[in-house]
């Protein structure tokens, strides 16, 4: 299987024109606010977490944002500055010695044009991109590998050795940007595993971003996961009383070795714990700053 063929055309390449908004000394890390190019007119603002006192490059993890239907939220969740405080993964991450870059997501908080800056657009981006052959899930995959293109371009970060860690939304992307971007090695799904198959339901139904024409009337997750580089390594992180991580238990055993699986007696939900578990797992096989 060749997921590109699903994909339809991706954006264009340009140049990135990174530049700095602003600069926060936030203790064990800075936090910055970029801006970056990913297409002829369009830029992306992202914030970039950065650990103090680093005496070599070290790993970088995308951090992705969750959906929640809060779509005036997005970069700003994951780096601790609004919302829920167990979303700040960005954050805690900075602070255990990972550079994390946490961009918006196409119709998410700066990213949201809508007139009160809180409505979906998702559907728009999406029809307005499939009547044209294209595909939501193209773009967005377009700006996570453009995301890291900006991130390994610094001097603060080791471009061997980058991770890739969301929940829900972001738990899903978590499963398709290491098939799409083979610098991702290390990727962690947090509640949003849930295949194709258990989605047509009327309590799940399916996410814009998500929606690929044929794509799964012969395949599904464990096709995507099976595209991985041989290096990548997955670990699923589910709730068993979520439903967005039904079917986790199933991915285990069709993928054996090449998924480690994390269930957990809870919702939709990501503890303490259950960060902590994600956190050792991208750290063990990123390695220390």
Known sequence: ????????????KVNLDGTCLERVDCGRYTREKVSYSVGPDERVSAYVCVPHDLDRPAPAVFCHHQHASRFDLGKSEVVGLAGDPDQAYAAELAERGFVTVAPDAIGFEERNWSPDGASNVSWFELSTRLVRGRTLLASCLHDISTALDYVTSRPEVDPSRIGFLGHSYGGRMALWAPAHDS?????VSNCGCIPFRHSYSHD????????????????????????????????????????WSRGAEELQRALGNRVELALYEAGHVFTAAMRERAYEFLRARLGPS
Do not use: N
Not at 4 to 9: E, I, K, M, N, V
Not at 213 to 222: N, Q, R, S, T, Y
């Open 183 to 187: 610098r991702i090695t290390a990727s």
């Open 1 to 12: 299987m060749t997921i590109q063929a699903f994909l339809g055309p991706l954006p264009a």
């Open 204 to 243: 799940t139904g399916l996410q814009a971003e998500f929606v690929l024409p044929g794509f799964a009337a012969e395949h599904d997750l464990e096709d995507v996961i099976a595209a991985y580089d041989d290096r990548t390594a997955l670990l699923i992180s589910a709730g068993t009383e979520d439903k």
